[in-house]
């Protein structure tokens, strides 16, 4: 286990060896859930993380795309 820090502007940081480990680098997208008394912080998957996976195809992963663009019009 890591202990980090919160700012007094609510910010951590993540420490190097995990943000290696996980590919997290500037602009990497990640989610908060809050798991009722445990704060879990995951990489948000993109459509690109899941092509050539095997949890969806081709089609799928465009099915997808259109919807997180119509979610970015909004």
Request: net charge positive.
């Amino acid at each position: 286990m890591t202990e980090v820090v919160v700012t007094r502007r609510g910010q951590t940081t993540i420490p190097a060896e995990i943000r290696r480990k996980y590919g997290i680098v500037e602009g990497t997208r990640l989610e908060i859930v809050d798991k009722g008394g445990t704060i879990v912080i995951r990489k948000k998957r993109s459509t690109m993380d899941l092509i050539g996976t095997g949890s969806v195809d081709a089609k799928k992963a465009h099915e997808l795309l259109s919807k997180i663009r119509e979610e970015d019009d909004r």
